[in-house]
């Protein structure tokens, strides 16, 4: 029988936490490094998002930024213990490198003793080369050795979660993917299987249809949700918002990026604003299947 669902979003010391399968919990809101901040000096921002609110810190050894992410972390004088830290494996391992042995690495451009999740980036060149199953037990042995508190992967599909499971000692925490309602249809199969492992999705790429995409199918009722919230709330709710709701009730991690403190209040008071019903819940998703959109990882996709 497949294990109970644990993803549900909770709320503490008024932050909200998605649980996850190993009994650790993430912030549900986390501020990605990888996108403006790609190869930028990412230590304002990230004190700044810190500063704002944020506690879930979003990086990667292909952002080339974990050194100042680290500053960016100190300057901002919140307890290490209180952030939630991610960084991600390089796509590509060198020989006589091993996920281990990067994240020690990762560790030390940080200047953090641990990190909270750490995620194989992508699985596409590792599947090509056959690696994926020992690049998953050296995965464990950071987890067992207390170097990352869970693990998890990002960019994997169902056949490359299948791969690993096989071996696996520790199934992946979560699964961080493209998610927004124009890539919901050929996402579906990967949440599907996810949900029946407990493996939680992050999404990245969530604002999509108002930050990339504006004027499709979606942009109607994301508007008539944002103004119905704005009515009940006496606030100003935008789509973008709406978006993140959206996520949030699916019990999916929202990743999410800006350099202007008013976006990154307005994202963290997303877990605040009432709840979707079902019918816009439905709307959305009926909308959104009526174009693809991937922005990220095409060359993999031919898309
Ligand atoms: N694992 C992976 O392969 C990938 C991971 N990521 C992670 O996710 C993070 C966030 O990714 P993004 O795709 O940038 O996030 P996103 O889809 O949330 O977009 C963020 C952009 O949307 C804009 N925005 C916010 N609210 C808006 C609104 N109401 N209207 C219009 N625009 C609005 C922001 O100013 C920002 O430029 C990255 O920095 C990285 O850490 C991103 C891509 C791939
Ligand atoms: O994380 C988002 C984009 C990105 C930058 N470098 C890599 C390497 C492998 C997968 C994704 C990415």
Redesign the pocket.
Known sequence: MAPAFRSRPFTSMAQTFISLNDGNKAPWLGF??????FGKDAAESVSTAIQTGIRHL?GAQAYVNEDSLGKGIKASGIPRSELYVVT?LRETVPAGTTPKSALQESLKKLGLDYVDLYLI??PFKAAQEGKLKEWWASMEETKNEGLAKSIGV??FYVDHLKTILEDAKIVPAAN?I?LHPYILKAAQPTLDFCKERDIVIES?????P??RVPGGPVDPVITAIAERLSKETGTVV???QVLSKWLLQKGIIV????S?VS?IQ?ALAVSSLPDLTVEEIKSIENEGSKLHKRI?MKHVFNE
């Open positions: 990605g490094t990888g996108t403006a901040l979003d991600k980036h992508s990002s960019n961080q493209e990245y790429g969530g604002l999509t108002v930050a935008n789509s973008g990743i999410t990026t800006s202007k976006r307005e990220f």
